[in-house]
């Protein structure tokens, strides 16, 4: 990895492709800067200034645009970069894209620009991964901690881990190597030592399952017996009239689906009203399927029952089916009740799709039961390949921490800090395999 490579220069469209204000195509490498002056009107460009130029091709006029010219490290890649903002058009964009490839550069791949950042070490390999989630973020929040990562916080608190962990296994080594000069490290020490890092290591992982539902997001579906409300629930929570809302039974024969951003990505589903009757036809009944298995899909269910028609024994027929499953139960129509309401269960919830305060308790309700922590105290999110590097981190320091317990040869404690060190380089990316690499910048896209 050290290897100091050579880059053949790429370019690539870096906005999505549609119409907008600007576009913007980005070239990275030593042939940037001749490229950009080939194909413009100047002919020189500092670094740091913008030029306002026209793109020729064949002294052709393409597009007015803007160049920004970038100095290696200078830059995002850590190359010569040159980025053209040009008008906003697809076939504008693509034209300038074709001249930049005539003229001495080759289309990027995916992620390429991020990867070689990485390769050129402008970011650790946390913080490229935070790259991608930054522009995938189904939710506000989640993009707010993926800039977190971004800016390198996870990055700083492995770092912080490691040269801790290094200063000790480097201890242990000098005492092993020359026992003459260098005093054995304490037994207390070590375990101490040991305990701390332990404890570093799995703060970062208490917040595992709240950075999964993040980045995932959850299903939640709505289910009941018809006309409990549930078509005015979904519409409600997203604020918008997209189900159909009627007094008449079996309205909703189809399962639909909206997102919800609740800090988690959410995935709404209003389903078909379960009820088993003769007079129902075959595409209600299909519905009806639907729903039983979105329901057992779903990461969590809110089950609505009208509350002035009480829980009938119908109501009961489907808390049955979901019962095993997370759910929160709902009394709607609260509205139409006068006086005091006792519910079926003391956590059920009394409810009025009519009331907004409802609803934003509600949307709180969904949120703290899929998740531990608040998403405003997420002090660190993971992704699923750092996190296996944390449990190996973890699980060889458990192992060093029992060694030194027992005061076992320095010997043994120095192969446990060894795997320990090497899980958390694999994390930040100074061990890596092409595998890896290959497997993290082919999710993202051409341009990045
Ligand atoms: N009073 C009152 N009526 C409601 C409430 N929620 C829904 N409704 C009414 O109940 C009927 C059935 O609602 P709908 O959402 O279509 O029920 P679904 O069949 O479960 O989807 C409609 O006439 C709604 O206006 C509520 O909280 N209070
Ligand atoms: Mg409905």
Redesign the pocket.
């Known amino acids: 990895m050290n290897i100091i490579q050579e880059f053949e220069t790429i370019a690539a469209i870096s906005t999505p492709l549609g119409t907008g204000g600007v576009g913007v195509i980005r070239i990275s490498g030593d042939k940037s800067f001749e490229i950009a002056l080939k194909i413009s009107d100047k002919d020189n460009l500092t670094p740091g200034k913008i030029y306002h130029s026209w793109i020729l091709d064949d002294n052709k006029k393409i597009d007015e645009v803007l160049i920004l010219p970038f100095k290696s490290p200078n830059s995002y890649t850590g190359e010569d970069v040159v980025e053209i903002h040009c008008h906003g058009g697809i076939n504008v964009v693509k034209n300038i894209l074709d001249i930049v490839l005539k003229n001495g550069a080759r289309m990027a791949e995916r992620g390429e620009f991020t990867k070689r950042a990485f390769l050129n070490k402008k970011m650790d390999l946390s913080q490229a991964e935070a790259v991608d989630d930054l522009i995938h973020a189904k939710t506000s929040d989640f993009a707010i901690q993926s800039a977190k990562n971004l800016s390198g916080v996870l990055a700083q608190k492995i770092k912080q881990i490691r040269s801790n962990l290094f200063e000790i296994t480097s201890r242990i080594v000098a005492g092993i190597d020359f026992p003459e000069d260098v005093a054995q490290v304490e037994y207390s020490y070590l375990v101490e030592n040991f305990e701390k890092s332990i404890q570093e290591v799995n703060r970062i992982l208490s917040f595992a399952k709240t950075s999964d539902i993040m980045r995932q997001g959850i299903k939640v579906a709505i289910v009941?017996r018809?006309?409990?409300?549930?078509?005015?629930?979904f519409n409600a929570l997203l604020n918008l009239d997209r189900?159909i809302?009627?007094?008449i039974?079996g309205?909703?024969r189809d399962v639909i689906k909206e997102t919800l951003d609740l800090g988690v990505a959410v995935t709404l589903i209003?389903t078909a009203?379960i009820r088993e009757n003769e007079n129902i036809d075959k595409v209600e009944e299909i519905g009806i399927e639907y729903s039983k298995q979105s329901a057992m899909e779903a990461d969590l269910i809110l089950f609505?029952y009208d509350a002035l028609e009480g829980f009938t024994d119908e109501d009961k027929v489907i808390y049955e089916i979901i019962k095993h499953k997370p759910h929160i139960i709902i009394a709607?129509?609260i509205?139409?009740i006068a006086g005091d309401y006792a519910p079926v269960t003391s956590n059920t919830i009394s409810?009025?799709?009519?009331s907004t305060d409802k609803i934003e308790e509600l949307k709180e309700k969904i949120t703290s039961k899929v998740c531990d922590v608040s998403f405003d105290d997420t002090e660190f999110i993971t992704n699923k390949r750092q996190q296996t590097c944390l449990l190996r981190c973890a699980e060889s320091l458990e192992n060093a921490l029992k060694a030194a317990k027992k005061e076992e040869l320095q010997d043994m404690i120095y192969i446990d800090l060894k795997s320990a060190l090497l899980a958390l380089d694999e994390l930040t990316g100074e061990v890596v395999t092409d595998e890896i690499l290959d497997n993290i910048f082919n999710h993202f896209c051409i341009g990045k």
């Open positions: 009941g018809p006309n409990v409300g549930k078509s005015s629930l189900a809302v009627t007094n039974a309205t909703t209003d009203g609505l709607n129509k509205d139409l409810f009025s799709t009519l």
